[in-house]
Structure formats: structure tokens, C-alpha cells
């Protein structure tokens, strides 16, 4: 009988680990375990009542091991965790080359003997850009066989997307195809993947020390002090809010807020490129009617994470979990508090489809009113509950401009579904709750895969319809105040040009300057037929072309479901128009260009 949570000190996802990997290890490996913890187990008690985890002094062979960490990152997440784990792992001695998949020579599989991999999924189960042609080589027929090689995987993604960290699961199974052998078992993250992302790096640690005699640097990482000084996603920082001001004019179907926040006594600095970090407050009224159906006491105080601090039921509810969003894991843990034979249906394997269609569009209010009535207690209900996730927002905005500030654009979010009004939860706040004076929790969000050339005088194609305007609006702010000499084109659209034409003045004002050497615009509801950036890139296909030709970069920000494949579509067409390549061409010509970092998306 495997560990459980009741009959164990561990939590759900450590157990689940443990189980995993605790059947593969040898005999002579349980034994060196055994003393590990034994020793561990001796530490110290000082004079203060609380015990010191003391290191055991463990022989480290003379040797140096190596190990390779690659990661495939859209917007920066994998990047960072990978990033934190080598540095960890450099602490304990390990040689360690760390690179984007975008970077890394396929071939050198051959002489690597321990590999880790961070990756995201993106969109309906696909690789990120810059893990694309790592991906493709691993499943084509030049992949070789990796006896040699020792390996472990951690899958980031969101549940609430039907191919949840499919690429992960992908890189995992072909490795143990072409012979490779775990290291640890693969962990896929949701996106609150901080813990989970810590115990993956504790098995392969347990891995490495039972291969190598070496330290743990899961041990450090997880030790390690958060300094108040240190602003992040685990420790954001509270911004005064500068400015809130509606972008759209009178008469238009949107509403989209330009917020500028203040960053001074942060000591946060970002780049364009980058993104913000919002952790939003759910609506007040949605949390205090799931209290009511759902029976709850709303003083009833509850944990809200692992270190164990407690806040009242609605508190919890309103700040750190997520209720707007069903998913078919919290849908099979809300079934164990209901007995509705409805639900029970629901999560038949062979009604994918109807449950599918069921959760698009609806949230746990909806569940609740559905299955009722749920016997789960306060505590229960937000156990199964993820925890609420920050808002990403591309940055809107120069540091070298815009000194101790950061601007972003926020779409706002409203529409009715199911016979019910539903609201953005993080772009609500902002338009109704918000004002000059209040404060946000934020933190920067790196993103290396978005940035501006190294060269000043290198040409830039940006795309970006809607909110998707606002990275571009980073860029050439920081063009201008730099002096960059490179040519820049924009091609931006929206609905109508009068009410939805986001920063107008600036970008005129810009191109009168010379700081934009040309700006496209196609507004869809002015005409009689729809007219949106692809068509505009169409009837400009020449000098497009040419501008690629001359070493261009071309950035693509916005709807990725959408107006990111009409784009890519179109950028094919105009090179096996203008270029005379086939598709097969075309497409080689487009990867090669994500390789040399000359195209760049940053979509959601």
C-alpha cells in the first residue's frame, strides 16, 4: 500500500511524488536515503525552540557533474524556473549549461548524460515558438537513440485548456521512446506552480545525491529567505495608481483603461518587452452569493496556503482563489462533496465533448446552483480550489522614458453567458474599483523571448491589433529616447477609427518626428467589408517583403486564437508571393527566422 495523505505529514502533491518515485529506486539507493534522513534528522535544537536543518556532511566525489537545463518559454515563466534551478544547482557544485530550446544544437543529445526540461503548452497543445524546432527534431527521424541519457521533465500549463501541459507529456513520452531513463517523474504545473515546481526540483535532487554524493539544492532553494526588498511574483509589492483613464471615446462598443502605476520605493526596473503582474480581488457580489447557496459561513476562518495563515471565508475567497473559471479536475473534486447523478455523468469519459461545452463560459457559482447542494466545509471547499493567478499585461510604457512608472493597457472584460452577466476579474477591478491613490499587488514579469534588437539601426515590423498595441507603445518610446536610428513600421487595427484609435495623438505625433517611420491602420466596422492588419499587410506586401529582406524583426502582439494565425498565414503568403518560395520554403524561412530571434510573438 502506497503513502497517502491520511496516513502520512505529507501534502497531496508531495505523496503523489513520493509514490512515484520511491517504487524505482534500488535497495543500496533506500539505504543511502535512510542515512541521508537519519542525519538529517540530528539536527540541532537552539535556545529559541525551533529546530535548524543541519546539512550532513556528505563526500563529494573529486568529479564535477554536469547537467544541461533547456527551456521552451513563451512568456518567460519556464525561463524563470529554469534560470532559479540552475543557479541553485551551481551553488552545489554542478556544472551547469542552461539554454533556451531555440539555442540549443540537437546533435550535442549525443554527448549529454543529464538533462532537465522546463517547457510551457501553448494554445491547443502546441510547443512555444522557441521550442518548436527542438521539438520537431526530437520527434523527426533524425532523432537518435539516448540510452545514455537521464532525464526528467516539468510540464507548465493550465487546467483549464483541454491539452493541460500536453507539450510536457509529449517531450516526456518520446524521450523514454528513443531510450532515455527518468531522473525524476514528470510534474505538470497549473499556474500556480511555485510549489509543485519545488518538488519536482527536490525528486530530481534525491536523484542526483543518490548518483552523486552532492547537496541539495531543492533543500536551499526551499529554505531560502524572501527578502522585503526583493519584489516578485511570490512577494509583490503595492503600487500607488498614478493615472486611470478610459482609452475608447464616446459611443464605442469597448472599454479599454490605460493605467499608469508608480513604482517608486520599489527598486523594480523592467524592459520593454516585459510584462506586469496584477493579483486582482474577485467580485464581491459573485463571492457573496456562492457563500449564500453554497451554505458557508463567511467569518469562518480558513488556511490559505502551506505556511499556514488563516484568513475568514470570504476574505480567502475574494483574495487568493479562483472561482470564475471551471476545470475538469475541480469539477472531479467538487463531485466527491455532491451526489448529484448530473454531475457524475458530466465526467463520463465518453462525454468529453458535452463537458467540454459545459465549462466554457461558466464558474463554480454555476456548479453550485447546478450540482447542489455540496457538503464540503469551508476548509474543503477551498482546498480544491486553485489559487487565484495574477493578471499578465504587456508593458505600455519606457523606464528610460517614464522613470520609477509602468503603464499598461487593459481591455475590459464584459459579455453574458448562461443567462448571467460575467465580468473580467482583474480588468473590472481596474474600470469600476479603481482610482488614483488605490493600490495593486504587482511584480515585473521578465520576457526574453519579446525584446528590441541589440542593434539600434535594425528595422522593426510590429502587428499589433487592439490592447495588442501596447507593447509597441514600450518599444518606440524607448526608441525615441534612445535615438535608435532603425526604421519601424506599426499596423494597428481596431473596430472604429474615431472611438477605438488607442494613443492616436502619440503615434501621429511620432511619425511626424520620424521616431515611426510608417504607420497601417485598418478599423474593421468603417467599412463595408471588414478590412483588419493581415489585409493591410497584404496590400503592402512589396516593401513588406523588402523590409524582411533587410533584416527586419517582426514582433506579433494580440489574440492568438484568431488574428496570431491570420498574421502567420499571411506572412507565408507574402513570401511565396514576393520571394517565390514554395509553402514548404516559406514556413522553413519563418522558423528560421523565430531561430535568429527576427520573429517574435507574445499572444494570448
Known sequence: MGLQVTNSPFSEEQVELLNRLLPSITESQQSWLSGYLTAASSAAMPSGGVAVLERPTIEVPAA???????????????????????????????????????????????KIENLLLVVSTHGEGDPP????????????????KLDHLHYSVLALGDSSY???????????????????????PRVDCDLDYDEPAAQWLAAVEVSLEINTGGQSAAAALAAEPVSSAQYSRTNPFRAEVLE???????????????????????????????????????NSDLIDEIIVVGGWNAEETVEVNTQGERRAFRIALLNHFEVTV?????????????????????????????????????????????????????????????????RLYSIASSLEANPEEVHVTIGVVRYEAHGRDRHGVCSSQCAENLKP?????????????????????TPIIMIGPGTGIAPFRSFIEERNETGAQGKSWLFFGDQHYVT????????????????????????????????????????ASQELYQWIEDGAVIYICGDEKNMAKDVHATLLEILQQEGGKTQEEAEEFLTQLIHEKRYQRDVY
Open 500 to 539: 477605438d484609435f488607442y494613443y492616436q495623438t502619440e503615434w501621429q505625433n511620432y511619425v511626424k518626428d520620424g521616431s515611426l517611420t510608417r504607420l497601417d491602420v485598418a478599423f474593421s466596422r468603417d467599412t463595408d467589408e471588414k478590412v483588419y492588419v493581415q489585409h493591410k499587410m497584404k496590400q
Open 437 to 457: 491613490g488605490d493600490t495593486l499587488p504587482i511584480y515585473i514579469h521578465k520576457n526574453d523571448n519579446f525584446r528590441l534588437p541589440a542593434n539600434p539601426e
Open 162 to 184: 483541454e491539452f493541460f501541459c500536453k507539450t510536457g507529456a509529449d517531450f516526456d513520452q518520446r524521450l523514454t521512446e528513443l531510450g532515455a531513463v527518468q531522473l525524476a
Open 129 to 144: 515558438d522557441t521550442a518548436l524546432p527542438f521539438y520537431e527534431f526530437l520527434h523527426g527521424r533524425r532523432a537518435p
Open 64 to 110: 564535477v557533474k554536469e547537467i544541461t537545463i533547456l527551456y521552451g518559454s513563451q512568456t518567460g515563466n519556464g525561463q524563470g524556473i529554469a534560470e532559479q534551478a540552475a543557479a541553485k544547482l551551481k551553488e552545489q557544485s554542478f556544472d551547469v549549461t542552461i539554454q533556451s530550446m531555440s539555442d540549443f544544437k540537437p546533435n550535442a543529445l549525443k
Open 244 to 282: 486611470n483613464i478610459n482609452l475608447n471615446g464616446r459611443g464605442s462598443n469597448k472599454e479599454t483603461r490605460h493605467l499608469e502605476i508608480s513604482l517608486e520605493g520599489s527598486g523594480l526596473t523592467y524592459e520593454p518587452g516585459d510584462s506586469l503582474g496584477i493579483f486582482p480581488e474577485n
Open 326 to 390: 471551471l476545470t475538469k479536475p475541480l469539477l472531479e473534486k467538487l463531485s466527491n462533496y455532491t451526489e448529484s447523478e448530473k454531475l457524475t455523468q458530466l465526467l463520463d469519459k465518453e462525454r468529453a465533448d458535452e463537458l467540454r461545452a459545459y465549462i466554457d463560459g461558466r464558474d463554480l457559482l454555476d456548479a453550485l446552483k447546478d450540482f447542489g447542494p455540496v457538503s464540503a466545509a469551508e476548509q474543503q471547499l477551498v482546498g480544491i480550489l486553485r489559487k487565484l493567478p495574477a
